[in-house]
């Protein structure tokens, strides 16, 4: 079993049995209920545009991002930190690709 760095996230791998649309209310839950308010405000806007039209291997990988520390997602997402190699995939490009000023004005 993968270790994360998430306490409090109680689904320790991703269900494949789960209903999509039940899965992208929970991952949007998630994005937007992190405990930083930071992390709320990148990973909800994130979720807002892009869990709607993401690949069950896309949202796979989200699910896993999800599961790491607030902080290093964040500096993650605003490059003050690289991801570690196995986060360097499309999801993480779509992450970055928000323009977060817009939204926070």
Do not use: C
């Not at 270790?3 to 949007?28: A, I, S, W, Y």
């Not at 994130?46 to 869990?51: E, N, P």
């Amino acid at each position: 079993m993968a270790q994360f760095n998430t306490p409090g996230f109680t689904e320790d791998r991703v269900d494949n049995t789960e209903n999509m649309e039940v899965r992208r209310k929970r991952l949007k839950f998630r994005s937007w209920h992190r405990g930083i308010k930071e992390a709320d405000i990148l990973l909800g806007s994130f979720a807002d545009k892009f869990l709607a039209d993401m690949t069950e291997e896309q949202l796979d990988k989200y699910e896993n991002i999800l599961r790491e520390a607030d902080s290093d997602i964040v500096a993650w997402i605003t490059n003050d930190r690289p991801p570690p190699d196995k986060y360097k995939n499309d999801v993480m490009g779509m992450l970055k690709s928000i323009d977060y000023i817009k939204i926070l004005k």
